[in-house]
């Protein structure tokens, strides 16, 4: 059977998508493994050095090797991605079906969601953890709170398409329950855009994770983090890039390999696409 170009490069679009993530769910689950350092062990001596000699990239100004905080820096970063991306799944598509099936809850809810998106993501989860302080948990609800909307207009428009077509509104002639219509008819046809909307939004929350924790208000100081990590690096960019360099390089694969895997995802999911 043959392949088109499209298909093609949709699967190697797949293929190095799925190979970056794979990488870096590997490094945080088997963190232990994969290095033999700690990365809160202090060594004042060997602050600031290059990378070499015992430490593959380097140390930070503290003397702690730097691969080992990236490597662990990652459960962080795929702790929270991954947290989010299950409560945005779950209430996004909960709120989206409900609101694009019946029209009188559709005004209400939408006005909620537009009041949320109102606000820029990233100012809206610094003023969720500014009332609920710092945290990995509390930077899971602000960051799910913000992302919600966005996940919650996907599925609605989806349904709105999606329920006048006429194999949902012979369902309907019948008798056949909402809830029945809702799972079995229109939440099969959502699931494209929803996986790209997701893993649009696992991508996002990786970046504002970050942000957050480089800004402080995200995890405690004492925790390695890809944002911690660059916050700590950040006057010492001159002088020894390298602290900056190797978290800057995880963020970055981490969020390409995110964005390929879902857009490769849609493509081939998508029936539309699939028959042209």
């Known amino acids: 059977m043959k392949i088109s170009k499209r298909k093609l490069h949709k ?3 797949i293929s190095v998508g799925l190979i970056l993530v794979a990488i870096v769910l590997f490094c945080a689950v088997f963190a232990p493994l994969i290095t033999e350092y700690d990365p ?14 015992g430490h593959i990239w380097g140390t930070d100004h503290f003397g702690r090797d730097l691969f080992s905080r990236v490597i662990y820096g990652t459960r962080i970063s795929m702790i929270v991605a991954v947290s989010v991306l299950i409560v945005c799944g779950i209430v996004g598509t909960f709120l989206g079906l409900i609101s694009g099936y019946y029209k009188r809850l559709d005004s209400i ?4 969601l537009d009041g949320i998106r109102a606000f ?18 509390n930077i899971v609800i602000a960051l799910s709170i913000s992302y919600i909307p966005n ?8 349904v709105l398409a999606v329920k006048e077509f006429e194999h949902v509104q012979s369902a309907r002639a019948v ?7 809702l799972l079995r008819y229109i939440f099969p046809l959502c699931i494209s855009p929803l996986i790209v909307r997701l ?17 402080g208000v995200g995890i405690s100081p004492s925790i390695p983090s890809w944002g ?33 895997l879902g857009d490769g995802l849609r493509d081939l999911l998508d029936p539309r696409l699939s028959n042209s």
Request: hydrophobic share 50%; no cysteine; glycine share 8%.
């Open 228 to 260: 911690n990590i660059l916050s700590e690096g950040k006057l010492y960019m001159t002088t020894s890039p390298w602290v900056t360099i190797y978290p800057g390089i995880a963020i970055v694969a981490t969020v390409l390999g995110v964005n390929l």
């Open 151 to 158: 996940v919650a207009r996907t599925v609605r428009s989806s």
């Open 199 to 215: 893993t649009l939004v696992m991508g996002l929350t990786i970046l504002s994770e970050s942000t957050l924790t480089f800004l």
């Open 11 to 13: 699967y190697k679009e």
């Open 175 to 181: 008798g056949a329950k909402d809830y029945y219509i």
């Open 120 to 137: 820029p993501s990233i100012l809206l989860a610094l003023v969720i953890l500014a009332a609920l302080g710092p945290g990995l948990g």
């Open 109 to 112: 809810i939408m006005r909620i």
């Open 40 to 53: 809160q062990e202090i060594a004042v001596m060997q602050r600031l050095q290059p990378p070499g000699n």
